[in-house]
């Protein structure tokens, strides 16, 4: 490396090399297709337990991958951490940082002194597991738009698949936030048998409406980009950065609230509190700030794997998925201990739809916690107010018998 | 006409024609340039009291133009109101009608019994008056980007003199909504001695930070488009409609509120209820809404217009303009009476904003009303709530002695 690494914090999980597993069978998906081969990137943290009982899965959520934690191997450059805020407290020595490093690590939420974290980059990623920018082994060039429409449910599917290779049956619990919650929800749902816990955050059974409508404004905007070329772009030299720079853009303005951006910026200008007059230029800094943030995240993020995630997170609907009407036929068989957190700036993933979910267990008999965290930063505050997420997720998970027999935290 | 002119409905206007008035000199902008020759396209409804005493100005906001209300002479097709809800009301018939049609007329609240009602297009608009689209004399072709960056008080500026030239000196109201409340605004602090009352509605005396936000994410998406070609698109038989459409589509959404998405579309899909598996398709039919606003829109709409008249707004900031920190100094010499009207779910253009104006004008001992309507539609509620706008309105104006020498209505 050109740089010196940075120093780690106390409690990090060190440096992490994502490692990467080629599952033995296709991957059965919900619109009728196979997938096959399919590779499945992944990250471990802490020492998996003699019972193989002290595991926690976390899942990722849209612009995310199985880099959750400690410090990258071989740092690309690029830090996953790009969310508001992320940028302020790593400064150029986190770069590499893992996207959920103040959660995961000894004496974190999901303590590695007890338990066995994994990380998988999910499917239809671009972080290493298999997706549309994967070959396409019936035509030896990449998939593009020929990838399956994926779901959350065969995002699960492939991770369940996957921890079936790495012989791992049970999970202490499955966590995540945003798109990564539902990925929780979906396990506690699809294998009710092997989730002791799932701790959902940020997230929701259904995306509401407007969120719909945001992320069909975001893919629409990379479908109509020409050098998205009905996204068989790959290889051509051109790829669709002018409209994954917009859509990137509207992600990064719902994952904040206005009071965050008025806290922030204002309505401070670039130059000297003075007009330029100019409609090409950025005049305010909260413009020249999510250009900044269009033009990083394009260079590290595939824009048909953003299409399909974005798609699968607005398909997600426990209730549909089990005849419509309520929620109670999805979670009826759900066995799992759930947790839920949201935060009461998130506009985008509010804490009333967690608050749906909470009712629905508890009117089935389900243990379900339910924790609204006073926070301004909207939806992002799954990645920032880490620290009083913290305790809330240790408490819920000591409840637990899982990972007694592994070794404790000495602190 | 191939098809029958609609029935007009009672208060009508009756059928109007859009008129041109070139101004004799050139308008001096913020910037330091000058502007000329400006033309500007305008609509009047009602007649002029003797005493000239019974005008009322009507400003439009973004998308808007000169057609405020009746029935246009000459249909386009396209009518102006293409807001939400407006298609549910106005069906095929309502095409022609007035932006604001159900604000002004005889009875309504702008009453053409008693006033002469004037709307203009603003500066820089692509309804007839001089913009972006518009001849360059200097060169011949038209200004596109080199057209001069406007503010609103430019916009005033332009209406000032065009009133000057239909020898109109005194204003009985200005009004408007969202930008057009910003442009009544600026007159009352531009020309304190010739506005006799305000009306802003839905408005603001300085765009919140993630307003700008939205707004720096839509005019980057036109700009991003390769069609705009640096803004020189004009006769080249290429538009940036593709930009376009994403600007109008996060526009779109920011004007509503999350429970009238929810409302209207839920999570209803465009197929029987059953997944189609598809990334290019519209799936959901707030998706299929969405791209038809946009592909609507771009038809009647120049870009260039939308990234001057954005621009502007954004830039209005009476504060600033009148040396930062505080309201005051900017309202200390309004001697307009001020009604102010905000919507409840109006995220956009909240009712804090208007709040602060209240504060601002009642601590300078200025006489002012602020009217909160409870209503679910966002910020379109400028234009859908019009019942309920009207007798504040009237209420408001009667308590006037202008137009007093002009016919009643005698309802």
Redesign the interface.
């Known amino acids: 490396m050109s740089q010196p690494a940075p120093a780690l914090a106390a409690g990090t999980v060190g440096t992490v090399e994502t490692r990467h597993l080629d599952l033995p069978e296709p991957v059965r998906l919900?619109?009728g297709r196979e997938l096959h081969p399919v590779r499945v990137a992944y990250e471990t943290y802490g020492a998996l337990s003699p019972r193989r009982d002290n595991v926690i899965l976390v899942c990722h959520a849209l612009s995310g991958d199985a880099h959750a934690a400690g410090l990258a191997k071989a740092p690309s450059g690029q830090s996953t951490r790009d969310g508001f805020g992320a940028e302020d407290r790593d400064g150029a020595g986190g770069r590499g940082l893992g996207w959920w490093d103040g959660m995961i690590g000894p004496g974190k939420a999901f303590d590695t002194d007890r338990f066995f974290v994994i990380c998988t980059n999910l499917l239809g990623g671009c972080g290493g597991t298999t997706g549309p920018s994967s070959t396409d082994p019936a035509t030896g060039r990449p998939y593009g738009?020929d990838f399956?429409?994926i779901t959350v449910a065969d995002m699960v599917r492939t991770q369940r698949a996957f921890l079936d290779a790495l012989g791992i049956e049970r999970l202490a619990a499955v966590a995540g936030g945003s798109l990564g919650g539902m990925q929780a929800l979906q396990w506690a749902v699809l294998f009710p048998d092997q989730v002791d816990a799932v701790v959902a955050i940020a997230s929701t059974h259904?995306?509401?409406?407007?969120g719909?409508?945001?992320n069909?404004?975001a893919?629409?905007?990379i479908?109509?980009?020409?050098a998205w070329q009905g996204?068989h772009y790959y290889g051509t030299g051109r790829a669709p950065h002018?409209?994954m720079?917009?859509a990137r853009?509207?992600g990064h303005?719902t994952y904040?609230s206005?009071p965050a951006?008025?806290e922030k910026?204002?309505?401070r200008l670039q130059s000297a509190?003075a007009?330029r007059?100019?409609?090409?230029e950025?005049?305010?800094e909260?413009?020249s700030y999510?250009?900044h943030q269009?033009d990083s995240f394009v260079k590290r993020f595939d824009a048909n794997t953003y299409?399909?995630t974005s798609?699968a997170l607005?398909?997600f609907?426990l209730a549909?998925q089990h005849g419509?009407g309520s929620l109670s036929p999805a979670l009826e068989g759900v066995r799992a201990r759930t947790l839920l957190i949201a935060f009461s700036s998130d506009?985008l993933y509010p804490p009333s739809a967690s608050r749906e979910i909470e009712q629905a267990l508890r009117a089935l008999g389900k243990p379900v916690e339910f924790e609204v965290i006073e926070a301004p930063y909207g939806h992002d505050c799954f990645l920032l107010e880490e620290a009083r997420q913290t305790p809330i997720i240790r408490r819920f998970l000591a409840q637990d018998g899982a990972g007694t027999t592994s070794r404790k935290r000495s602190s």
């Open positions: 919900d619109c738009p399956p429409v259904a995306l509401h409406p407007q719909v409508a945001w069909a404004i893919r629409d905007s479908m109509r980009d020409p996204g002018a409209g720079g917009v853009m509207v303005v904040l206005a951006l008025s910026f204002g309505r509190d007009l007059y100019t409609i090409i950025p005049e305010f909260v413009e999510l250009r269009a299409l399909y798609r607005t398909y609907d549909r419509g506009w």
